[in-house]
């Protein structure tokens, strides 16, 4: 396996501003496109633009660009485009056309919606039931698609390595009390090991507190020209290097082992473009919409060996807050994660690294960070990761 | 998830039969069997029954 260090866009586009709505855990009576377009709007004035400076719609399946460009009244776009999720497919081809010239700002956003493949109530609801476009399907009884599969690497995990379930328990109370310093997230009840412990089994060895919480809500960023970013209010966030990660056999069932698949091929793409890695890195963000994708973040990143995530974390651990501070600095997820905050397929990772780097992180604001780190999606099709930094 | 004594680096997903759902564990040994499902056959795969209990 190599992999290129050419990266002509490294710090050339910058994110200007990002925002949210905020995420609740229950059916709301509002549309994805109503959060979408709520947290553009505030994007955008948080950036000192309105929608007439918008001239890029990068988003998630639904809204659709059209549908978004239409509700916010967005004149005029030279570039749109809706990749999949998770949020670096957005903001990678968001990069792409600024630093290509294909638009000068880009609005990029994701709205998190809950759906009926994810929720019992949501597939009782008739606004919902429409929601299964978008890549989302229901697996066939013989099939480890989505979920099923992240349980069965999950016993591989375990199997391979002999750690336990209070491995994965960690990932989740780190979250959790993260989140209680997020008013913005969806859990913020404290969370112990026994209550970790005694979460409804889905499917051994995860459970109910190791998937995602599915939330309402929509999170959005403005990209541009690093140039202009600098002539606009916040501290430009610049894109250092960006990559997606994909090796040879991308799914459940074939993907060779834990130890080769889209995450190796993730962290050695952006050591070989980034200006910097962990040593640097003053708040990371390893996506967690299964607790087990985080244990192997961690081990891909290079902050431990394989198979020892757990120890890592409980080395690494805070009593004070209940959660991980790597080498007394360093916090993960400070937002609360997917886990906590709300299964927003890393656009709440990437909204909290840019504040964080931007200051605009409150209580839970790590002191001058500089330098962050998102390591989002899982093992299969869809892991990707980018460096972000400010002057 | 099975793997294929014929091409180890071949897995497929697939019913297993013949064991508790707790006896399911990695490393046991199955093979092919058949079974009928809305009136058709299936392609499932039988614990082997010289391993039972582990």
Known sequence: MSVSSRNPAKDQVAIASAATTGFTAANTNRSQLSYAAEACVAALRAAGLTAADVDGIVGSANPAAPDLQQALGIPAVTYFANPPIPIVNQLSAAVGAVHSGLCNVALVYHASYRLPWNTGSAWKDPFRRGGMAGGATVAIPESVFGSPGYTAWASRYLYEFGGSREDFGLVAINDRSNAMRNPGAALREPLTMEGYLAARMVRYPLCMLDMDVAVDGGDAFVVTTTERARDMPLPPVLINAITLGMTGRPSETQTPSLREHGQQLVVESLKARSDFWIDDCDVYFPYDGFSIITLNWFENAGYCGPGEAGDFLRQHWNEASNSVLINGRVPVNPHGGALSEGASQGSGHLREAVHQLQGLSGERQVPGAKRAIVTAGGFFFNAQGSTLRVD | ?54
Not at chain 2, 41 to 53: G, I, K
């Open chain 2, 1 to 54: 998830m099975v793997k294929l004594d014929e091409q180890p680096a071949l897995r497929m997903s697939s019913t297993v039969i013949g064991a508790a759902k707790d006896d399911v564990v990695i490393g046991k040994r199955v093979h092919l069997d058949w079974i009928e499902r809305s009136g058709a056959p299936m392609p499932v795969f039988r614990f082997d029954e010289s391993q039972v209990p582990s």
